[in-house]
């Protein structure tokens, strides 16, 4: 019997159709085995010049590029992770930013540097396997990938099909109608749908209020909790506070109290130096209580907080409490050498500021202090005693060269040129000023509205991540008092560069989020 007409067409099209899938079934193994061989050792070592560039330890004097960088690297980190798992579909598309150092592997075209010396970059990830996440990163970060062509070359020729002779690389753009016929998965719409996958904030709300709400409402007993055990350790041991060094959830932190609370019942003794009030007043200079800070180490830090390590075991923190007097005498020092560098430098502070970097212990603050000190000893500057009276700097061991901060403070290497210090401070007196005035007056605004917003919106509480400045702070709660979203009402907001469900209920939002 013969066939004619359409039915014919359509028949002698199968074959045809069969040919373009296993083609594409060829090249979409080709494809998987070229990139999804890259193991997780190899994409570390392949994104070696990226870290270099981006690693928060490189950010010390710097918090805001350093969070932004820390969180950055572990949701980057997540979204490797997840494609190296087996069986791994197509993952979230990822929005990052980085504050990236101008290092020996940058590109030789740089961006517009930003105030602080960073370049400060943003991309979306969309990939599907590691070498292509690999090589988004560094091409969106302008940094080279010369060392991947050789790597990718390898992996192609170790394993690629043979009876091909070789293999097939040229991206094929096909029909629509493909993609409709075998379900395969359309790359440019896929394209389309990640560049609007960023939500805009009254759906994200919308979509992640009742999670936040059931796990703020099962936090609650632990929060009370939490409360109780701080104001008794507190009054029990007259400290001024308890803090935490980072963002520990609320068991966590209940947990670290426990262990304090426990080892002040099993070995009361041990604990003496930090209860004694008494004692403390006659060996510490500044006459105040101590506060207890939890954080990776245990020891003192420059501003005189007692860190216990929450690594540690009793024994170490009970070591830390019998060398608490030796801390005092040592805190008295580094107080005496801060008033003498300051008559030496026109009344100018030496001041320390835990929240622009990692913890110093006071022992290496005592060290940079003295050395400096002996430097401006043995110089004869001409500074008026009291021609930079309300200015503030801070020391640095890893500069070579004097500079002014946005907001305001002089950042001072120890080992920098005196005389050249002398015109610096002299000539940037002015701006410094300036700039104080203007940070005084950008947190005077931020108070404000943020006050405004927690009356307005009704929200349990209002904070924001210490890498958002005054001046973004200022423009997302505007933003907020004019959208007014009603999904807001009774929430614990925290404004950051990314949106997230904490464990205990809070609500990480991006400072810049979508309308």
Not at 337 to 353: A, N
């Amino acid at each position: 019997m013969r066939i004619s007409g359409p039915a014919a067409s359509a028949m002698s099209a199968i074959p045809l159709l069969r040919c373009t899938i296993r083609l594409q079934w060829k090249h979409f193994a080709t494809h998987a085995v070229q990139q999804r061989a890259l193991s997780g050792a190899e994409a570390v070592n392949a994104l070696r010049p990226f870290y270099f560039a981006v690693h928060p330890d490189f950010f010390g004097k710097y918090p805001k590029e350093r969070e932004v960088n820390e969180n950055s690297l572990k949701r980057l980190n997540g979204y490797l992770e997840n494609l190296q798992k087996p069986g791994s579909r197509s993952v979230q598309p990822m929005k990052l930013t980085f504050y990236i150092r101008n290092t020996k592997y940058s590109s030789k075209v740089q961006p517009e540097l930003i105030s602080s010396g960073f370049r400060s970059v943003s991309f979306t990830l969309h990939t599907n396997d590691v070498l292509s996440t690999v090589m988004d990163v560094l091409t969106s970060c302008s940094l080279p990938v010369e060392h991947m062509k050789g790597l990718t070359a390898s992996k192609a020729a170790s394993k690629s099909p043979t009876e091909t002779g070789e293999p097939f690389y040229r991206t094929i753009k096909w029909d629509k109608s493909y993609y409709t016929f075998t379900g395969f998965k359309d790359p440019e719409q896929e394209l389309q749908q990640a560049q609007r996958a960023e939500p805009t904030l009254s759906v994200w709300l919308r979509n992640n209020e009742p999670e936040a709400s059931k796990k703020h409402n099962a936090s609650l007993p632990r929060r009370e909790e939490l409360k109780r055990l701080k104001r008794e350790l507190c009054r029990r041991f007259n400290l001024t506070d308890i803090r935490w060094q980072r963002s520990w959830g609320v068991s966590h932190r209940y947990c670290q109290l426990q262990s304090l609370s426990r080892l002040s019942h099993q070995n009361p003794e041990a604990l003496i130096n930090l209860q004694d009030s008494d004692h403390i007043l006659e060996t510490c200079f500044c006459g105040k209580r101590h506060t207890v800070v939890f954080a990776d180490q245990s020891g003192m830090n420059a501003s005189g907080h007692v860190m216990l390590g929450t690594m540690d075991v009793h024994h170490q923190w009970t070591k830390l409490f019998e060398q608490l007097p030796g801390y005092h005498s040592l805190q008295q020092q580094t107080h005496w050498l801060k008033e003498r560098i300051s008559l030496l430098l026109g009344g100018t502070q030496v001041v320390h500021m835990d929240r622009l970097g990692p913890v110093q212990p006071i022992a290496e603050h005592y060290s940079s202090l003295n050395t400096f000190h002996k430097r401006l000893m043995s110089h004869h500057l001409r500074l008026h005693p009291r021609s930079l009276q309300g200015l503030t700097m801070l020391l640095e061991n890893d500069r070579s060269n004097p500079s002014l901060h946005e907001m305001g403070h002089f950042v001072i290497p120890i080992k920098c040129d005196l005389p050249t210090l002398q015109v610096f401070l002299q000539n940037q007196a002015p701006e410094a000023r300036r700039r104080i005035q203007r940070k005084n007056q950008l947190q005077a605004e931020e108070e404000a509205v943020v006050k405004l917003c927690l009356e307005t919106l009704s929200l349990r509480s209002l904070s924001k991540e210490p890498s958002v400045s005054p001046a973004q702070m200022i423009q997302c709660c505007e933003r907020l008092l004019e959208q007014r979203s009603p999904h807001m009402q009774g929430l614990q907001i925290c404004v950051s560069h990314f949106y997230s469900v904490m464990q205990d209920g809070d609500l990480c939002v991006p400072w810049d989020w979508k309308s």
